[in-house]
């Protein structure tokens, strides 16, 4: 009896919403507007603390920037993550705009009827989505090829 307690427990609740099984565009949209989101208020903390080491004056901001340029590749990768979450989380925030505030994309108004299909999952919407992933896919890359050329790589 404890065990199909404990089943039936993991099919709802926070624990299926973080397996990505059978999720649709929109859902992994979600998942990764969150994710982007986590991704840049760290970045923001951090940014904080270096304009705070900026401030504290010449010998203080010094130090910083040694810090950050004993990290090698690594202080590049950070910036790579941290370019490509700011497109996403910038152009994802910019279609929700235009369906939440504008209402565009969302196709028309139907009555629902069984089995229920959300209209946020139209034709429109995930031509949005693809389309937002590949510019940002695509300014990505650029970042990446921009980064690179910066080290002297290219």
């Known amino acids: 009896m404890g065990e199909d307690k404990k089943e039936k427990r993991y099919k709802t609740g926070l624990l299926r919403s973080l397996w990505p099984y059978n999720f649709n565009a929109e859902r992994y949209s979600y998942t990764l507007h969150r994710i982007t989101g986590v991704i840049l208020a760290l970045y923001l903390i951090a940014h904080v603390f270096e304009i705070y080491h900026f401030a504290l004056g010449p010998v203080a901001w010094e130090q910083t920037i040694a810090l950050l340029g004993s990290l090698g590749i690594w202080e590049k990768i950070g910036l790579w993550i941290i370019a490509g979450s700011a497109l996403y989380h910038g152009a994802n925030g910019l279609r929700l705009i235009l369906n ?55």
């Not at 429109?124 to 980064?147: D, E, F, P, T």
């Open 100 to 154: 939440e505030v504008f209402g565009m994309l969302l196709g028309k108004p139907v009555l629902p009827e069984y089995p229920y299909t959300p209209t946020s999952l139209s034709r429109n919407q995930k031509i949005a989505i693809y389309v937002i992933l590949a510019i940002v896919i695509a300014l990505w890359i650029w970042a990446g090829l921009y980064l690179l050329e910066g080290l002297g790589i290219i």
